[in-house]
């Protein structure tokens, strides 16, 4: 599983309220979440009406599929026109060697398990 992370810092000419500034920010976040399908909410600034903190996430299996899509949602927010960008962050981490409690990592080594009776699960998780 590869997951990656962005956090763009903007900056709002128009905005000379908190009021003004969350519209703008609610016009990102959701036209940013129709066009793109990612989680994506406000993280920061939040008592500052002409800045802003902006935080998404995609997850995916290709981390080159990853790099482009958060390369184009930064490129979205910007032709945008709504804020400025000021400086935007952005990490990729693989979790695909992590497992947990033992239990096997593989799709098909838990479907072979379940298959001979090997759920894995503990008394708690039926």
């Known amino acids: 599983m590869i997951v ?15 009021k003004a500034k969350r519209g703008v ?12 399908n990612v989680s994506i909410a406000e993280i920061g600034e939040n008592d ?11 997850v995916g299996n290709d981390r080159r599929y990853i790099n482009g899509k958060i390369d184009k949602i930064l490129q979205f927010v910007q032709d945008m026109h ?32 379940i298959q001979k009776g090997r759920s894995g699960r503990g008394p708690d998780q039926g």
Not at 5 to 18: F, K
Not at 91 to 97: F, M, V
């Open 4 to 18: 990656g992370v962005g956090i763009i810092h903007i900056w709002i000419h128009e905005s000379n309220s908190l």
């Open 48 to 58: 500052h009406w002409k800045m802003g903190k902006i935080g998404f996430t995609v």
């Open 82 to 113: 709504l804020a400025d960008v000021l400086k935007t962050k952005v990490e990729i981490t693989n979790y695909s060697d992590i497992v947990e409690d033992g239990r096997p990592e593989r799709f098909e080594d838990l479907f072979n398990d």
């Open 25 to 36: 920010l609610k016009s990102i976040i959701r036209r940013t979440q129709n066009r793109f």
